[in-house]
């Protein structure tokens, strides 16, 4: 071999393996998940329904909003509005973007001290990234709500505004410099719990409605709503009769198109002793652009960016991860 094919050789190695690291650092890869109806038989319970399209969300792109508002509760506001959680999860990539906003309204306004209770018990979340967030807008200022917290998970770096802009729906998630912000190697940070609307069970469930497009399937009673719902503080609550959780499901395609979880519960909020009250929530989570959604990183400044080490760090997880 001659000084000038050895060359055009090595030329080509380095080419191919700077394309493959660009590949793998884009996370360009084939990506064609199965359909929940094309894993199911020919004849699938409600219960195979429902738990395949669950699935389903942790393989395929798709974007979430999850709304709660309060029915009943203990501080005369009832009626309102609780929280918003806006979810795009990019699978094909391995990127997730959330954005919580928490409002200013009934439990969330209650003095701890001067009343003696604490309502983060009662938080509509499980996942520990959104159950902070909740307690943090429950402690905060009144005048600083609502509370908005943003983070974007990638393979290298996690991104966090804990005090997030005003987030509109429909429009990219944002984040500012004020306040605490910043990003994060993976390697140093957990990656956070991205939680599930409807737990792995063995609960049965009944049709509720049939349309020619979809089905949509319902589970109720306390014993079964302890096996589907996600709680933070299952210890610390008794569910009620009227508890039950609705999925409306795709019949051709197997996919969620929406889950309503009706939440009925006595929750212990005592400080310093004991104090049960009693908490209705609507949780309403629709699901759409599936295939389709993307999770690119916020737009604006965060308070800190990764330096050029923790660059390198966050490349070298990205192309281990691939």
């Known amino acids: 071999m001659n000084r000038r094919q050895f060359l055009a050789g090595v030329g080509a190695a380095a080419a191919t393996v700077a394309g493959y690291g660009g590949v793998r650092a884009a996370d360009v890869r084939p990506y064609n998940p199965d359909l929940p109806s094309e894993r199911l038989g020919s004849e699938p319970t409600p219960r195979d329904r429902v738990l395949a399209a669950t699935r389903h969300l942790f393989a395929v792109d798709h974007r979430a909003l999850t709304r ?3 029915l009943d509760d203990w501080t005369g506001d ?6 918003r959680h806006r979810e795009r999860h990019e699978h094909s990539r391995r990127r997730h973007a959330h954005a919580l906003t928490t409002f200013g309204n009934g439990m969330v306004l209650v003095d701890r001290d001067r009343d003696g209770v604490d309502p983060r018990v009662a938080s509509p979340y499980a996942s520990i990234d959104a159950v902070l967030h909740f307690s943090d807008a429950v402690t905060a200022d009144p005048e600083t709500l609502p509370e908005r917290f943003v983070f974007h ?3 290298g770096a996690i991104r966090v505004d804990r005090d997030a802009p005003p987030q509109s729906v429909g429009e990219p998630i944002r984040v500012n410099s004020e306040g605490y912000s910043g990003a994060v190697p993976v390697r140093e940070f957990p990656r956070p719990m991205l939680g599930e ?3 792995p069970h063995r609960a ?4 509720h409605e049939r349309t020619a497009d979809t089905l949509t399937l319902e589970l109720s009673g306390p014993d079964a709503y302890a096996q589907v719902a996600p709680l933070y503080s299952p210890a610390g609550i008794t ?5 039950r959780v609705r999925a409306t499901v795709h019949r051709e395609t197997g996919r969620l198109r929406r889950v309503v979880d009706r939440r009925d519960i006595d929750v212990d909020v005592g400080v310093e002793r004991r104090d049960v009250r009693r908490v209705v929530m609507r949780r309403e989570t ?3 652009q599936y295939g389709r959604a993307t999770a690119p990183p916020p737009t604006g400044e965060l308070g800190s960016s990764l330096g050029p080490t923790d660059r390198l760090a966050a490349l070298a997880n990205d192309l281990s991860t691939y």
Request: hydrophobic share 40%.
């Open 68 to 70: 709660v508002r309060v």
């Open 78 to 83: 009832a009626p309102y509005r609780l929280t």
């Open 153 to 155: 998970v990638g393979d």
């Open 197 to 199: 609307p409807i737990r």
């Open 204 to 207: 049965a469930w009944t049709v």
């Open 239 to 243: 569910i009620r009769e009227g508890s």
């Open 286 to 288: 629709t699901f759409d």
